[in-house]
């Protein structure tokens, strides 16, 4: 079976534009997160939803930033406008509901932000 | 609020000898623990857990954990290292249904 897919894998683009990072969660996994890896700060959650429901955003920096799960099968996470300081490794994780710490993780998609 | 601590920010050790993975928690009840391993330019793996129970703990890739409260730590071993365990350790603790994560220790071996 497929693990987390992520796209892209690699995104540079200027501050200002729009961003969009997308997610295929494992088949059958119903909680879905989605953190922020950075040198100074560590890996941090950002959101996570449960049934397709966001459950907890706090970790959300602030209005920049979005986040959607239309499905099962896909989410995304949308930053508009980027800054440089949005630069980082963005990974997504899945996991079933009953076992919501035993997280699979996709292979992160780098964003860099000039 | 709970918080997970690495001292050890890069370990270097030789292929073969053992190693130790140091992990302290700050938590109010007993937690739920977790290593995590990222190989570069992956994602995390999840390497053992610990919920309750005996406090040694298995994971994959011959690595084990031990769970102790006094200390609040759960240390992470191996007995011999391979080449191929070069790679981050993460220690995570798990409270309403979220992972706080440590910040990493760099694991190097050297032939």
């Known amino acids: 079976d497929a693990g987390v897919i992520q796209s892209p894998r690699h995104e540079v683009t200027e501050m200002g534009q729009e961003v969009t990072l997308r997610c295929k969660p494992i088949?059958?996994?119903?909680?879905l997160f989605w953190y922020r890896q950075t040198m100074m700060r560590g890996l941090e959650l950002l959101i996570y939803?449960?049934?397709?429901?966001?459950?907890?955003d706090s970790g959300m920096p602030e209005d920049r930033f979005s986040a959607k799960m239309p499905n099962a099968s896909f989410s995304t996470l949308k930053i508009q406008p980027s800054e440089p300081r949005d630069s980082a490794v963005y990974f997504c994780?899945?996991?079933?509901?009953?076992?919501?710490?035993?997280?699979?993780f996709g292979p992160g998609t780098r964003l860099t932000v000039t | 609020a709970q918080s997970v601590t690495q001292p050890d920010i890069h370990i270097t050790v030789s292929e073969g000898a053992s190693l130790e993975l140091r992990c302290n928690y700050s938590?109010?009840?007993?937690?739920?623990l977790f290593w995590y391993v990222q190989s570069p330019g992956q994602g995390l793996q999840l390497l053992l857990k610990?919920?309750?129970?005996?406090?040694l703990v298995q994971g994959i890739k011959g690595f084990e954990a031990e769970f102790k409260r006094s200390q609040s730590s759960f240390n992470l071993r191996k007995p011999s290292v391979h080449w191929s365990d070069a790679a981050e350790y993460f220690c995570?603790?798990?409270?309403?249904?979220?992972?706080?994560f440590g910040t990493g220790t760099r694991l190097t071996i050297i032939p």
């Open positions: 995570a603790v798990g409270v309403d249904e979220k992972l706080t």
């Open positions: 610990y919920f309750s129970g005996d406090t």
């Open positions: 939803f449960n049934n397709n429901v966001p459950i907890d």
């Open positions: 088949s059958g996994h119903n909680s």
């Open positions: 938590y109010g009840a007993t937690p739920y």
């Open positions: 994780a899945s996991s079933l509901s009953g076992s919501k710490y035993e997280q699979y």
